[in-house]
């Protein structure tokens, strides 16, 4: 299949590493120009030399607000008007509804939910002049089977499901989708620090809280960042332009509800 994304600029936060870092190579294989940005410079060079061809990398806190416009107006100086926007961040921290402190809920609040809102409104109007447009946010499984352990997560990836359906219905005259894709559990540095906590929590190990994890699907294993970044390029794609408002589980069959 043709995804026709052969020129377009995407933006992809956090892209220097796991799924974001997935994502960016995916959509610069698929043609795209690429800007990614990440907290760190080094890591940020890393990914670049990495992934290769039309990528460019930009130092950038999603959690800042400064941060997020000075990555976008860059952008838009060196390469041109975006037209895929790629939302993603760093899970928040980790820990139960009853021992999180206020701090954490705002924190967590900065990165995972409202810097979706700040990116969105930063580059949507542009889209939606240009009558064409493909926003997608990472977020996670959590959104719709909370942990315990992740209660911010949980919580706020819940949050930013409704916000994909709003957005989708105010956007989509323009031209523009706006979808989620809900990653199950997958082999990332964030898959392997929730197990140390989980086995630190238990007196396990590590390697038995993966497989734990890896048990939950119904494929029996834990998820690649290349298969999330396979359907993210899809709904990023010409073709995929009937789809919007929808956030989609991509879990190996580890949801146990209706989806």
């Not at 892209?15 to 890591?43: D, F, H, M, P």
């Not at 979706?116 to 959104?143: D, K, N, Y």
């Not at 082999?187 to 890896?214: K, P, W, Y």
Request: hydrophobic letters at 45%; a negative charge; aromatic letters at 4%.
């Amino acid at each position: 299949m043709n995804l026709g994304l052969q020129g377009r600029l995407a933006l992809v936060a956090a892209g220097s590493k796991g799924i974001g870092k997935a994502v960016a190579r995916t959509l610069v294989e698929e043609g795209c120009r690429v800007s990614i940005c990440a907290r760190g410079e080094e890591g940020l060079g890393l990914a670049c030399a990495e992934i290769g061809g039309s990528v460019r990398g930009y130092v950038a806190d999603v959690s800042r607000a400064q941060d997020l416009e000075r990555w976008v107006a860059y952008t838009r100086a060196e390469l041109g008007e975006p037209d895929i926007l790629v939302t993603n961040t760093g899970g928040p921290a980790a820990g139960t509804v009853d021992a999180i402190e206020d701090e954490q809920w705002v924190e967590g609040f900065e990165s995972t939910l409202l810097n979706v809102v700040r990116l969105t409104r930063l580059v949507a109007p542009g889209m939606c002049e240009r009558g064409w447009g493909r926003i997608v946010h990472l977020t996670s499984l959590v959104a719709k089977e909370p942990a315990d352990i992740l209660a911010i997560s949980s919580t706020l990836r819940s949050g930013l499901m409704a916000l994909t359906r709003l957005q989708a219905r105010a956007f989509g005259p323009h031209g523009v989708t706006v979808n989620g894709v809900l990653p199950g559990h997958t082999l990332t540095d964030r898959q392997i620090h929730l197990a140390e906590v989980r086995a630190a929590r238990s007196g396990g190990t590590v390697e038995e809280a993966l497989a734990a994890n890896a048990d939950l699907a119904a494929v029996r294993r834990l998820g690649k960042p290349e298969e999330i970044a396979a359907v993210v390029a899809f709904l990023c794609s010409e073709p995929a332009g009937f789809v919007t408002g929808t956030s989609l589980l991509v879990d190996g069959g580890a949801s146990r509800g209706s989806g």
